[in-house]
């Protein structure tokens, strides 16, 4: 049973990777594009923590709390890039 979830979880996440890439590549405004590689970041923290239960490990855990923590801090500096037009003052 909870290798038929991991797989349908696997394919839905697989599936936002696409809509996620589209919109990035797609995207009208750099405030989408961002929103996008937002997206995918939270999609890849996903398919690490669902890769963790599939494979009962914890290096998958701490991978994906890695990637959580850059992705955050590279959304917020691209948001103050974008609003500012720089990153620090």
């Not at 349908?8 to 797609?26: D, N, S, T, Y």
């Not at 990637?67 to 959304?75: K, S, W, Y």
């Amino acid at each position: 049973m909870l290798a038929s979830a991991t797989n349908i979880a696997l394919g839905a996440i697989g599936l936002a990777f696409v809509l996620c890439l589209l919109r990035l590549a797609r995207g009208p405004s750099a405030a989408d594009r961002i929103l996008a590689l937002d997206t995918l970041y939270i999609n890849a923290v996903a398919l690490l923590i669902v890769l963790g239960i599939r494979m009962a490990s914890t290096f998958y855990f701490e991978a994906a709390l890695l990637i959580a923590l850059m992705g955050f801090v590279a959304t917020v500096a691209l948001a103050r890039y974008l609003a500012h037009g720089n990153v620090m003052d």
